[in-house]
């Protein structure tokens, strides 16, 4: 079992910054990777970033490139999503989620969840 706690979302104007932060507990991060999704009101929830498998990059949805970081801390077994220049289209309740599969960036893919922090940016 692997517990995933996501937090940092809020309000925010166009251009400004936000760091979500996903802190996971129970089965280690060694057999999981913690890859970020975000929900838009009214739509589905779509892929936003993701480390590679082997462990040599990250990935991320073409729009949020540039502008998303995802990173994480071993130690703190914390995931972080750094988000800048947001936009309002980047209004959307924000996800993450652990996968035991070699593959990314479909939900089927992903294991648990947790239960998302709400990012809303204003114009």
């Known amino acids: 079992q692997v517990q995933l706690v996501e937090s940092g979302g809020g309000l925010v104007q166009a251009g400004g910054s936000l760091r979500l932060s996903c802190a996971a507990s129970g089965r280690t991060l060694s057999y999981y990777t913690v890859d970020w999704f975000r929900q838009p009101p009214g739509k589905e929830r779509e892929f936003v970033a993701a480390?590679?498998?082997?462990?040599?990059?990250?990935h991320y949805a073409n729009s949020v490139l540039g502008r998303f970081t995802i990173s994480r801390d071993n130690a703190k077994n914390t995931i972080y999503l750094q988000m800048n220049s947001l936009k309002p289209e980047d209004t959307a309740v924000y996800y993450c989620a652990a996968s035991s599969s070699p593959r990314f960036g479909a939900r089927g893919f992903y294991d648990y969840w947790g239960q998302g922090t709400q990012v809303t940016v204003s114009s």
């Open positions: 480390f590679s498998r082997d462990g040599t990059g990250t």
